[in-house]
């Protein structure tokens, strides 16, 4: 699976921003997909992950709330809607899918991975 995000920019606190995953490669239908993000000098954070069909959500304690994941399998698409940004939501996104069936939430369970996106929070 072949994954390529964008939509990340500047902006000021309490907008919003929508991010997006093209993938390619496998039957887009069948992987799960999740969102992270990484500060400098920070781990991995685990944001949002969704299931195949996009029943299935799961959401990390910091952004719930306020960010939402969706996926369009027609479009081979998976986006994040960031609303009410604050200044610490600054760092690169990434999206990552995986073929299993249940959304996972630690970086290595995922196999494959986008290159990252950057998101700057003005104060």
């Known amino acids: 699976v072949q994954l390529q995000a964008s939509g990340g920019g500047l902006v000021q606190a309490g907008g919003s921003l929508r991010l997006s995953c093209a993938a390619s490669g496998r039957t887009f239908s069948r992987v799960v997909m999740g969102w992270f993000r990484q500060a400098p000098g920070k781990q991995r954070e685990f944001l949002a992950g969704?299931?195949?069909?996009?029943?299935?959500?799961l959401y990390g304690g910091s952004v719930k709330g306020r960010f939402i994941i969706s996926r369009d399998n027609a479009k081979n698409t998976v986006y994040l809607q960031m609303n009410s940004l604050k200044p610490e939501d600054t760092a690169v996104y990434y999206c990552a899918a995986d073929t299993v069936s249940y959304v996972e939430t630690r970086p290595y369970e995922y196999a494959y991975w986008g290159q990252g996106t950057q998101v700057t929070v003005s104060s």
């Open positions: 969704i299931g195949w069909t996009g029943s299935g959500t």
